[in-house]
Nanobody, 122 residues
Framework: HVQLVESGGGSVQAGGSLKLSCAAS????????MSWYRQAPGKEREFLSE????????YADSVKGRFTIIRDDTKKWVVNLQMHQLKPNDTATYYC????????????????WGQGTQVTVS
């Protein structure tokens, strides 16, 4: 049973940067399909970026050019989201998600959401 822990949220002024980190527990032989979402108060959860098990990368238009998703070279179960040029409307709770993966031991069946980390841009 895989679990996710996000970290790195906080408060920053507009134009600033933050790095979020997501670490998956469980089978370290898996290369997970990992993505980031966010949800602002009163709004639906929004897709931001994904790195799949083949390390293909996707971004939502709203963050393309400002956010970068990176899988750790030595700890492939850790994925970071580097955020630059933050704006007040980036304020939200940011969530990490696993939706399958590759590798032995049921990696393809892994599904999980993290608990969320708050990002506030003023």
């Amino acid at each position: 049973h895989v679990q996710l822990v996000e970290s790195g949220g906080g408060s920053v002024q507009a134009g600033g940067s933050l790095k979020l980190s997501c670490a998956a527990s469980g089978n370290t032989l898996c290369t997970y399909d990992m993505s980031w979402y966010r949800q602002a108060p009163g709004k639906e959860r929004e897709f931001l970026s994904e790195i799949d098990s083949a390390d293909r990368i996707f971004y939502a238009d709203s963050v393309k050019g400002r956010f970068t998703i990176i899988r750790d070279d030595t700890k492939k179960w850790v994925v970071n989201l580097q955020m630059h040029q933050l704006k007040p409307n980036d304020t939200a709770t940011y969530y990490c998600r696993i939706n399958g993966g590759s590798g032995a031991g049921g990696c393809g069946l892994a599904k999980a959401w993290g608990q969320g980390t708050q990002v506030t841009v003023s």
